[in-house]
């Protein structure tokens, strides 16, 4: 295996090592050097082996796949870590050379069942937008045949009473064609990228929040100036901020009438992080938190599905857009929340 396909490693999020039939190790990636908390160096030459609680699990896989028993050999094991309690992996062990050197691969079983429940999330998001775009576009031509129809009854009506039940099919007309043009909007509107200060996009939303709650709302700033500029669509982050804001703040209403209401918004660099199956050095990691009464239990897994609202009268969209502008940076949208504390985090890659 040459340096290129071993260099490739480091790209991954998995943690990989190249051992020899021995269990000793001829290279490590990145990854497999940042949560063992120990040096490249130190790792290679060493018994791979003798990284794990158990280390006969190894040498018995090794074993196998020398053997070209099966495939490729899968087992549940504990990898020990430098001042950190020993980390449950599921071990994958491959021939890479004839047998003679072995690529181990290591999954993490806590960030498996995370890239399972975001690939999940992601196939669910994909289906729920095709299914509301071919909704809206069903809904929308008709539509227009109703409200038409409407207004050519009203001119034949000289009644003023039922004049009243016209105008009524004609403003609900209008507010679902405007639920419909929400719908559509992420679709019909160009990705316009440039370059995007994430501080600027925070500070546009705090100015709009203020605007409309100027009293009863302390809109808390703790920003990492330290982050570089990205490559975004800063209108679509912007009303991604501004979405999330608006319904924390519709949330906050009985403290904010008691004068008590905090919304902070705080960014941070995370480092080595992985999102979609992949890992990158740097990310954005923009925090909208508030001390609101929480998410509601029963819409917690729902909370980013289209038209799932937690207040009485709203259209379940703001949320929805937010997740699908957040998608098409490359991101990942997710929320912690509890009585008092509600955490909308945004990652998205930085350069």
């Known amino acids: 295996m040459n340096l290129a396909h071993l260099q490739s490693f480091d790209l991954l999020a998995s943690l990989v090592a190249l051992v020899r039939a021995d269990a000793v190790v001829v290279f490590s990636n990145a990854a497999l050097e940042d949560t063992l908390g120990i040096s490249r160096r130190a790792i290679v030459g060493s018994s791979f082996a003798d990284m794990f609680t158990e280390p006969t699990g190894l040498h018995e896989a090794l074993a196998g796949a020398a053997q070209n028993t099966f495939a490729a050999m ?26 003679q050197n072995f690529v181990v691969e290591l999954v993490p079983l806590e960030q498996q069942t995370r890239q399972e429940r975001e690939e999940r999330l992601l196939e669910q998001a994909q289906a729920n937008k095709e299914l509301i775009r071919n909704l809206a576009h069903e809904i929308k031509n008709p539509l227009g045949g109703i409200r038409g129809a409407a207004q050519l009854l009203e001119m034949e009506i000289d009644s003023t009473e039922l004049t009243e039940y016209t105008q009524v099919i004609i403003r609900e007309a209008d ?16 990705h316009v990228v440039g370059d995007v200060n994430v501080h600027e996009v925070c500070e546009r ?7 409309e709650f100027p009293k009863g709302l302390r809109v808390v700033r703790d920003y990492d100036i330290s982050i570089p500029q990205f490559r975004g669509d800063r209108e679509q982050l912007i009303q991604t901020v501004l979405n999330i804001a608006h319904n924390a703040c519709q949330a906050l209403a009985e403290r904010i009438t008691q004068g008590d209401a905090s ?44 038209l799932v609202s937690g207040r009485e009268g709203g259209s379940g969209l703001g949320l929805t857009l937010a997740q699908t502008f957040v998608q098409q940076h490359h991101g990942q949208i997710e929320v912690d929340s509890e009585p008092g504390h509600t955490d909308f985090k945004i990652l998205i890659p930085l350069p």
């Open 74 to 99: 899968r087992y549940d094991a504990f990898l020990r870590r430098v001042g950190l309690d020993p980390l449950p992996v599921h071990v994958i062990v491959t021939d890479a050379e004839n047998r």
């Open 175 to 190: 507010r679902l064609q405007s639920l419909v043009d929400r719908l559509l909007a992420p679709h019909r509107r160009p």
């Open 263 to 306: 919304l902070t918004f705080q960014t941070r660099v995370a480092r080595q992080v992985t999102f979609g199956k992949i890992r990158y050095r740097l990310a954005l990691e923009l925090h909208v938190i508030d001390n609101g009464p929480g998410v509601p239990d029963s819409i917690k897994d729902r909370i980013f599905y289209p």
């Open 205 to 211: 939303v705090r100015s709009l929040i203020l605007a």
